[in-house]
Nanobody, 116 residues
Framework: QVQLVESGGGLVQPGGSLRLSCAAS????????MGWYRQAPGKERELVAV???????NYADSVKGRFTISRDIAKNTVYLQMNSLKPEDTAVYYC??????????WGKGTLVTVSS
């Protein structure tokens, strides 16, 4: 079993920055994949960014150049640095832990609101 707890969400103005954290506990292995997803009301949950054990990253086109995902293996923590935030980024952000090929664990989410 893996438990994921997100933090760092809140209200920020357009153009601002926010840093999300996800602390993992339980049967966590550094070689597995971690990522961030988000979901707005009435929308499907969508991939934001993922990072592999080897440090490879993938980003949704909508956040490329603005968001950066990273992980601290020693702390079992993944981060999402969000810069140049837009109102369209408003959503609940979820941390994900993926055990290939088909096991996924989710945090409860943290709300990010981008508004002036």
């Amino acid at each position: 079993q893996v438990q994921l707890v997100e933090s760092g969400g809140g209200l920020v103005q357009p153009g601002g920055s926010l840093r999300l954290s996800c602390a993992a506990s339980g049967r966590v292995f550094s070689f597995n994949v971690m990522g961030w997803y988000r979901q707005a009301p009435g929308k499907e949950r969508e991939l934001v960014a993922v990072v592999t054990s080897g440090g490879n990253t993938n980003y949704a086109d909508s956040v490329k150049g603005r968001f950066t995902i990273s992980r601290d293996i020693a702390k079992n923590t993944v981060y999402l640095q969000m810069n140049s935030l837009k109102p369209e980024d408003t959503a609940v952000y979820y941390c994900n832990y993926h055990v290939p090929p088909g096991i996924y664990y989710w945090g409860k989410g943290t709300l990010v609101t981008v508004s002036s």
